[in-house]
């Protein structure tokens, strides 16, 4: 069994060497190229999508009830019409803790194994995983590509390696020897053995349903708790994949595939608040909105330990700048990828009223807003890349909620559908301006395209009103552009107060919205945006406890 | 200011060695000796403590609010009439935050560096320490002063010691080189630091108010948090020593004293409930009873971070033993000391109703339930020991608990008071023998020195139901006698399920209810009895942050 961990050791010990040193590393290329993933594996890819279309999704051995369920659609308008197995919440418990003894009882190189292995497959199928991406969040399919397959993979990885890291942190045994001056010593024999802490829901999200359930699957997974699977109801597909490779692995190991089970619904019908109370479900991993996140925060048991990525308002502040296009350009792309769906996608960018230094001189606030504009506007001219960056819009919500948010000040650009993309749901960037003084639209959350530029007194106030905002109402990222040291070291003693990460200067192809695992610590966890880190130590120790046994020894 | 971490280094090293290794280590001697202590240690700390009772307990700077309180009384009978500074919640919270952010922006060593001088100054006090743990919690004057001066300093340096290990697990900085074929690289300069998660309390207990309250005030101060010392009402002397001492040290370092404070209330006028549900108040560390414990789980805000060490009932299983002797000498050592209050003390005694197999052969239930009370007879038999064993009761209910207790079966072993301890309130063991099948007294926790003898069906029920109760209940210990190792294997296994640490075949110089630090993770935190374990990583991590400051850097 322990064969998988051995097949995949190296990878670990480079995982868990990055996560030390926080440099680069990603082990699941990034590249959708047939020289590393195969010559086949993009048409293979979309074969393997396409026939699970308009069918039942069978996964081997899971536990059902009644007619299969789901009802996503694809935001690109394909028709996708899967079915998948629909145990009810006393079906999956009940399977789970069926499972969950022998899997506790598991070493931990054989858990770890298991979950490397999973991984290696799933990046071999990162192809088809894409399109399931794609079609059901609206991502482009090189981002789909990308963010679904090795970039949640690393993430999944990464908190593997943390869960490796804190279970072995304990040796196995130990001879505790304590001195008795002129007597013999006190000699006991401890064995100490890792108890997983019990079951384990993972609560996807609509937009990043691998990415961002990866981290909690595998650390849960991997420290022994049975782990449910609760996809998003518009976003299954990828996390269907997800379950049915792992259950393959689980199966090849000798253990039962239930440790993995999906758990899946559909809109007015959601079986997730009854997940989140059952009494046996003591982790919780959820992805989404504040409010629900809120929810489940409270009705979660006060001893089931909750993990979440919620949502806040992440700012930029615009102090000046020694490269204005550069600067300008950069912002475009953040607004634009995936239409500001991403987590860490900006909304608020506070420029001082009276404008801002560049290398070219005095900019005033107009300028800067329009360079922004222009920015966004050279990006999106070509259609064919305007499809690429943007993607499609995840749901009608989001499409509705730029529509109505035209009213909320100024418009500084106006979003328009991408026309080469057809029946697909799109929106380019909505940017507003507004002043500080006069308003309070940009202090909440706008998910989807819609910016706002926002005229401050000064970039003290700027940078006070974009750390307060972050601390109450939460922001997972956050940038400033200074070319005064100054500057930057009081914005970083800010956000940092206020627990964001802060991005300084970008002007090249890094964007305020990469999170890159093993080197950049995903929310903090230190401001309502979620209550945990992606990942770190506190992401993975809660999830088992160490029981000893010891015992006199002979001296 | 690092200078108090140079001094320190080499403890600490040891410390975080030892935590990895579990052997033995502590480098606070438990011996109360003149030769290590200093020749006048022992009669300086007696006139410290003698020179505080009857007075206002002066702590330099701290905040206050009209007449100084307190109301503790020694289990002795000696008169303390010691009054404490009477700052209100809003004061104490004022005061903190007003501390905190300084305290915050010190670096790693800095901090570290004042705790680690924080508990070298208690352990040069341990004999004052002693007297004042003894007359509020009335432990014997030997164990007050391991348990509340070697051992909780121990407590406290392993809590450190995770604490700085999780700390600087991150760099300060790193290098982030992404490589881009054909293009010049992508590269950031990333600084991370640590964002502590807010206000800290720690609320003590009656019984142990410094090994308890150690790990938490400790792990919370060094990760930056400005901590509340909440003492238990009837015993606060023990840690305002240790709060004045800390102030002390926070001052010389060139801080706010005010990270540290006291916060002393009267019984009928507490103030805890204000300080748990305060907004700002972001970690709670709880030990006490598992009502009080369940209403701060529940009543605590859902992003304050709760670590609670609460109470259980802990068993014994005897299957067999080829030392009769040992083991009922140790049995009858772990009932008497400190009158049965220590929270891993045993309270039910599994026996299997048709007797045991032993050295001598057959022993029949009740001559192993007759063993056990000679044991403790002659263990007590010399009043002098008894008192050096029992120690007085920490409060008048226990008292009364004791004196109730005798109609709950059938009366093996009398409770008496011990003669020569005059005025202090005594109790030796009450052992009561039952039958598992006709009885359910046993399935809670009655504490103080009481405890059953049960006789049950078989070995197997016996681990069956103590492990069960163990689950459902809490329990913070367990041991079992069994020369058989299947029993013993069986029984590891369904105890570690339970979230119990289990001691096999105790008849020596150890106890099962000692918790060695560095070696033993003192309750596991996986059952009702807490939900946190001294020490682990899960203790510490989620006392604060990491934030990221990132900017290009030139390749």
Redesign the interface.
Known sequence: MSGFFQTHKATLDKALNAS?????FSPYPEVASGKIYGESARDDGQKAFQALLGKEYVIDGHPGNGPSIGLETSPYGVELNVKYPNPNPPQLIAAAQAAEKDW??ATIEERVGVCLEILHRLNARSFEMAHAVSHTTGQAFMMAFQAGGPHAQDRGLEALAYAYA?MT???AT???????GKHDP?V?E????V?P?GLALVIGCATFPTWNSYPGLFASLATGNATIVKPHPAAILPLALTVSIGREVVREAGFNPDVLLLAVDEPGAEITKTLVTDPSVRIVDFTGSNAFG?WV??HAG??TQVYTEEAGVNSIVVASTDNFRGMCSNIAFSLSLYSGQMCTAPQNIYVPQSGIETEDGHRSFDEVADGIRNAVDKLLSDPERAANVCGALASAATAERVRAATKLGDILRTSTPIDTMGDARTATPLILKITDQNSKVHEHEHFGPISFVIATRNVEDAIHAASSLAAQKGAITAAIYATDDTV?DDA??A???A????????????FVNQS?AF???HV???N?AG?A?LS???FV??RF????????KAA
Chains 1, 2 share one sequence.
């Not at 030390?20 to 680069?24: G, K, L, Q, S, V």
């Not at 130990?174 to 008795?180: E, F, G, H, L, N």
């Open positions: 030390r040193t926080r440099e680069y506790a009882k804190e942190r304990t040796p130990a001879i505790w020897t304590k001195p008795q006190l006991l401890k064995i100490y053995r108890v802490r809120t925060r409270t006060t001893d930057v970083a003693d956000f940092a107060q627990g964001v990460n802060l991005s300084v200067n970008l002007t090249g192809g890094i890159a080197s950049d610590y903090t966890g230190a309502p209550n880190c770190d130590a506190a120790a809660n406890r160490i029981a000893t046994t010891r015992r006199h």
